[in-house]
């Protein structure tokens, strides 16, 4: 789910009660994708997407294939 967090910024989040797990920030013409942590230097760019909505997507497909 995305969780909006100020103008252009969203949280992922698994569940309304879950932890972020990623931010999705609109960035020049889309929407960028990062893994969430509190420590910048742990946060990982993940692309530029074209929708929030797209950007949630990868993420939940990134994890899917971490998995692998």
Do not use: C
């Not at 990982?44 to 949630?56: F, I, P, Q, R, W």
Request: aromatic content about 10%; cysteine-free.
């Amino acid at each position: 789910m995305l969780d909006e967090s100020g103008p252009g910024s969203w949280l992922v989040r698994a569940h309304d009660d879950a932890p972020p797990e990623a931010l999705v920030e609109r960035f020049a013409s889309g929407y960028r994708l990062t893994s969430w942590s509190l420590t910048e230097s742990e946060q990982e760019n993940l692309g530029v997407y074209t929708s929030a909505a797209h950007a949630e997507t990868a993420w939940w497909r990134h994890l899917d294939g971490s998995d692998s």
